[in-house]
């Protein structure tokens, strides 16, 4: 049965793995895992199956100056491949979203490449528009 809950610790590799998958590099997470974990400006959710954690999604919470109000961005949402299209980042993306009406965000921003088509169809049904374009400066 699926079942969704708070990251700890623990999650790291499975967090890892499922991150590792999409961006097509390992690294050393465990700092930035921890980190993570331990600010309270970030909700980071699993999603668990008979025991095993098989997708998360993550969200930051921001002072926006300009708007002078609180403001999110999803920094990630993944779901194992082989069970995908059974309405797991549909789940987690309401849990996401019932957390940032709890913390007061008025809207939450999400990045997606413009070919990824599986999550632009999931933020559209979710009620997501095309407000901009993404920039990026890569410093390395
Ligand atoms: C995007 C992703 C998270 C979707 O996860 P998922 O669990 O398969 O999505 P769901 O089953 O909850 O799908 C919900 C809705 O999203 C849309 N959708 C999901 N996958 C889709 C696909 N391959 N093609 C078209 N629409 C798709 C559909 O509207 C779907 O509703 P429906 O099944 O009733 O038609 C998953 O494909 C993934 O992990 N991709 C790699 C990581 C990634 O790209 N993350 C997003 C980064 S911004």
Known sequence: MLALRKADACDCAAVAELATAIVGFDADRRACFDTTLASPD????????????????HLMTYQDLTHGALAGELLGLVVREDLRRRGIARTLMGEIIRLARQRGIGE???NTEE?????????????????????EIDLE
């Open 115 to 135: 070919d990824n088509e599986a999550a632009k169809a999931l933020y559209a049904s979710l009620g997501a528009e095309v407000v901009g374009v993404q920039m």
């Open 42 to 57: 970030h909700d980071v959710i699993v999603a668990e199956l008979d025991g095993a954690v098989i997708g998360y999604a």
């Open 108 to 110: 939450f921003h999400i």
